[in-house]
């Protein structure tokens, strides 16, 4: 198959520092459109997966998936873009489309596993896929979204990953006016998590380790802040939120948050703590109380997100680096020092 050479950013070994490195992207065939990227976001399991802590990790590695630019070839079958226009890619580019689950607009759960934007199997070239951090992009349009051109496109592009990751739950579980949802954690998913259930209506209680956030969760929307050391705060809520979701990667107490749903309460786990989380039988039997997860959502839904974040007015807060500032971007996301995303100005890469 014909290819391009384009200029990337990754690294080629787990302890290496990302660089400038040339891939290759292939022709744009039938259904396929070329986009050229003007952002892409940071997320967390870029770092994980460019350090191979996940294990997996096929070098050379070119992370990033949340991804904002546009459209600057479009193939011959190609029925919903045209050049010039702005789109967005998230965590998937391609799954069977076959099983019940791709049939049913739910991709990330794909029978035969999705593939992911970067460090999957790529079925066109071999070798894996290269993500974001890149010049340009070539996707199937089945995976590629439309992105309105009345928000920042830098701050839209976190919403390509932690904006989805957290309407889907919120969706899923209904969340609405009339009800009390709380939210864990207040990160790169959290701040986008206050946003999106204040919008759909909800009154939102923000939980949080660090006093200091107290102001900017309220700012992004909280109507109220619980320090979760606190149990004389803690105690006030106790059976009275429809949904809790939480977006903590780390070691943190669940039941203590489980006790504090209403009967038939969810609690929705989006952070992933790599070690595993005790939870008392008590806890859910006491309530009927539902302990589950949820996975980014479907290409559809992602479309869904992205129109009602550009209805509500609704971007990530965002630190907008050139691509030389990543490996330090890197350091500062490991100590929390960023409000709340990172975001590459691919303008950078020479
Ligand atoms: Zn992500
Ligand atoms: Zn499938």
Redesign the pocket.
């Known amino acids: 198959m014909e290819t391009k050479s384009i200029k990337a950013f990754g690294t080629e070994a787990a302890e290496a520092p990302l660089q400038t490195l040339d891939i290759q992207r292939r022709a744009v065939q039938a259904h396929d459109v070329e986009i050229e990227i003007l952002y892409c976001g940071i ?4 770092l994980h997966t460019a350090r191979n802590e996940w294990h997996g990790t096929i070098y050379p590695i070119v992370p990033g ?2 991804i904002v630019g546009r459209i600057t070839k479009v193939g011959e079958h190609v029925k919903g873009f045209k050049v010039g226009d702005l789109a967005g890619v998230g ?1 998937m580019v391609d799954s069977c489309r076959e099983c019940e689950h791709c049939k049913n607009d739910l991709e990330q759960f794909c029978d035969e596993g999705n593939i992911q934007t970067f460090n999957s199997p790529d079925k066109h070239l071999g070798g894996q896929t290269y993500g974001g951090y890149s010049q340009s992009i070539t996707v199937d349009e089945s995976f590629v979204l439309h992105i309105s051109d009345k928000l920042n496109l830098a701050a839209v592009a976190p919403l390509l ?2 904006g989805i ?1 957290t309407y889907s739950p919120l969706k899923h579980w209904k969340v609405g006016p009339g009800q009390k949802v709380g939210i864990v954690g207040i990160g790169g998913l959290g701040h986008m998590g206050i946003k999106i259930a204040k919008a759909m209506g909800a009154h939102v209680v923000v939980f949080t380790t660090s006093l200091s956030k107290t102001d900017d969760a309220k700012r992004l929307g909280a109507d109220e802040v619980v320090l979760s050391t606190d149990e004389t705060q803690m105690a006030q809520h106790a059976r009275s939120l429809n949904f809790i979701l939480d977006c903590v990667s780390a070691e943190h107490n669940i039941d203590a948050y489980l006790n504090l749903l209403k009967v038939d309460g969810t609690l929705t786990l989006v952070g992933a703590p790599m070690d595993p989380l005790p939870v008392t039988s008590f806890s859910l039997i006491l309530g009927r109380r539902s302990f589950s997860g949820s996975l980014i959502g479907g290409i559809k839904e992602t479309q869904e997100m992205l129109d009602f974040c550009a209805e509500h007015n609704i971007t990530s807060d965002v630190e907008v680096i050139g691509v030389n500032d990543v490996n330090e971007a890197y350091e500062r996301l490991l100590k929390g020092d960023v409000k709340y995303r990172f975001v590459i100005d691919m303008e950078s890469l020479k």
Do not use: W
């Open positions: 997320c967390h399991s870029d998936h949340e965590c990953c932690a990751t």
